[in-house]
């Protein structure tokens, strides 16, 4: 899996549910997680665990 790929992918669904204003709850919280950790806010918890695991 290529993570930046799959987060284009994301994305590109996310707006198209929203433009069709049936996306959902979903739809909104995935942008929302996605413009807070793109303007530079923390890993959701459960994110950062594995990586302070494996010492990055």
Not at 1 to 27: F, H, K, W, Y
Request: proline content about 4%; some cysteine.
């Amino acid at each position: 899996m290529d993570p930046n790929e799959t987060l284009a992918m994301i994305r590109a669904l996310v707006s198209s549910q929203l433009e069709l204003e049936c996306g959902g709850e979903l739809a909104e919280l995935v942008q929302a997680l996605d413009e807070w950790m793109s303007g530079g806010g923390f890993l959701p918890h459960d994110w950062q665990v594995h990586w302070m695991r494996i010492g990055i």
